[in-house]
T-cell receptor
């Protein structure tokens, strides 16, 4: 158990809909990261927050947004969903800067868009 | 553009042997390199971190080397066990708090009896 929790575990929704994925980092970790993993793309970095502020952005679509709250939990919002958004979404946390500290990954949310 | 290459073909080895996985990168000057293990449908699990000024790092049966001249990292598992069967991901990051960790696509290791 990494100490990172994600809800829900599974999500099935229709195209055009909007969903929210939730992540609670390990106790004491200030950085939260979101990743998308699909079969043909590998693990793709989406966005990073550090103590409530956005720090780095990766290949995140404009239809996707995220935020980190004062209690450090984070939410990833996906809107106008398309079939291609079906993937595993992972949240990870670390104590500090991305490279110099290991990241602890949650169990993931499997999103299926039908 | 930056590229991280891991052998996409599965590596099959016999129990007890040493598994060696390769991570090559181009157009990149990473300050840190990390290795993770991922089981199907689960989140990656951190294994080892090595810095650009370190040549080698060990942890139990695991060893990582980092050659910034060759732009390559080797990941070794000695005395492999069937329980080591998984996908292994390398990840690179430059220095800086706004930097991101970029993952390779991983190599699947299968250890057989």
């Amino acid at each position: 158990d990494s100490g990172v929790t994600q809800t829900p575990k599974h999500l099935i929704t229709a195209t055009g809909q909007r969903v929210t994925l939730r992540c609670s980092p390990r106790s004491g970790d200030l950085s939260v990261y979101w990743y998308q993993q699909s079969l043909d793309q590998g693990l793709q970095f989406l966005i990073q927050y550090y103590n409530g502020e956005e720090r780095a952005k990766g290949n995140i679509l404009e239809r996707f947004s995220a935020q980190q709250f004062p209690d450090l939990h984070s939410e990833l919002n996906l809107s106008s969903l398309e079939l291609g958004d079906s993937a595993l979404y992972f949240c990870a946390s670390s104590v500090g800067a991305p490279g110099s500290y290991e990241q602890y990954f949650g169990p993931g949310t499997r999103l299926t868009v039908t | 553009s930056q590229k991280i290459e891991q052998n996409s073909e599965a590596l099959n080895i016999q129990e007890g042997k040493t598994a060696t996985l390769t991570c090559n990168y181009t157009n990149y000057s990473p300050a840190y390199l990390q290795w993770y293990r991922q089981d199907p449908g689960r989140g990656p699990v951190f294994l080892l971190l090595i810095r650009e000024n370190e040549k080698e790092k060990r942890k139990e049966r695991l060893k990582v080397t980092f050659d910034t001249t060759l732009k390559q990292s080797l990941f070794h598992i000695t005395a492999s066990q069937p329980a080591d069967s998984a996908t292994y991901l390398c990840a690179l990051s430059p220095t800086g708090t706004a930097s991101k960790l970029t993952f390779g696509t991983g190599t699947r290791l299968q250890v057989t009896l």
